[in-house]
């Protein structure tokens, strides 16, 4: 009687297990939670200030049993290139040197910096996938685009670049922005893995946000609207997130 009813246990325990392994074989509510990168050339007015942005973040969501997508995604943006050169001329001596307070030669680092943060809607369509889960994902939407330049001076005080003096060279950007996504979506089977990859377009219309800019005094701040654009890759490595299923055991 005892070894009959550890063989019972066992069967219920591994019908379980199996039960819940083969949910991920039909299309069903999903959590998940994404880590993303994204490798994004820069175009139109944003060019004209950056070189490549990389782009780290993390996208929240829900994909419904009918396979749509909605989520939120927040990015943070980054890269090494400006390609505003001219933004310290005025602050140079003869010999193209800024100095700092005790007159010794500065070193002025800038970086490209942002963030953006999206309303995301799509589809994962069931095309060339191992199971009705994975596919072909598309999803766009609508946010929030910052972006400006951050300028370091390696610990040296040079007062035309200290505090507040910052904000007069900084070019600070805002806006609303757009994005497209077409790649594929892969949830393993198993549970062990799920990831996607695919091709990322973003366009943001954004107007300065600064009212005055140190290095032209006499000029207005440019107050027309840009069309800042970036085109890349985007990949997203997900944790699912799922439902604990409750076991109940009954004994007469």
Do not use: C
């Not at 007015?45 to 780290?56: M, T, W």
């Not at 377009?201 to 140190?214: E, P, V």
């Amino acid at each position: 009687m005892k070894t009959l009813f550890i063989l019972l246990s066992l069967l219920i325990s591994t019908s379980g297990i199996y039960g819940q392994e083969s949910d991920i074989n039909a299309p069903d509510l999903r959590t998940w939670v994404a880590f993303e990168y994204g490798a994004n050339g820069t175009f139109g007015a944003l060019a004209e200030r950056y070189g490549f942005l990389n782009h780290v973040g993390l996208m929240t969501g829900v994909k419904t049993k009918g396979n749509l997508f909605f989520g939120l995604n927040s990015t943070f943006l980054f890269g090494n290139t400006v390609r505003l050169t001219e933004v310290f001329d005025h602050l140079t001596d003869s010999y193209g040197n800024i100095t700092d307070i005790n007159g010794d030669i500065a070193a002025v680092v800038v970086f490209p910096r942002g963030f953006s943060s999206n309303l995301t809607f799509g589809k994962v369509f069931s095309v060339l996938s191992p199971n009705p889960n994975s596919g072909v994902f598309i999803h766009g939407g609508v946010g929030y685009l910052l972006h400006k330049m951050k300028i370091e001076t390696n610990e040296q005080v040079i007062p035309q670049l200290e505090l507040d003096y910052k904000k007069g060279y900084d070019r600070l950007t805002t806006g609303i922005n757009f994005h497209q996504f077409i790649g594929y979506n892969f949830m393993a089977e198993s549970r062990g893995y799920h990831f996607y990859g695919g091709i990322y377009a973003q366009q943001g219309l954004t107007k300065n946000r600064r009212d005055l800019f140190y290095d032209r005094p006499d000029e207005p701040v440019p107050s027309e609207t840009r069309l800042d654009l970036q085109f890349g890759v985007k990949l997203g490595w997900v944790i699912p997130i799922y439902k604990r299923q409750p076991q109940e055991f009954y004994f007469d």
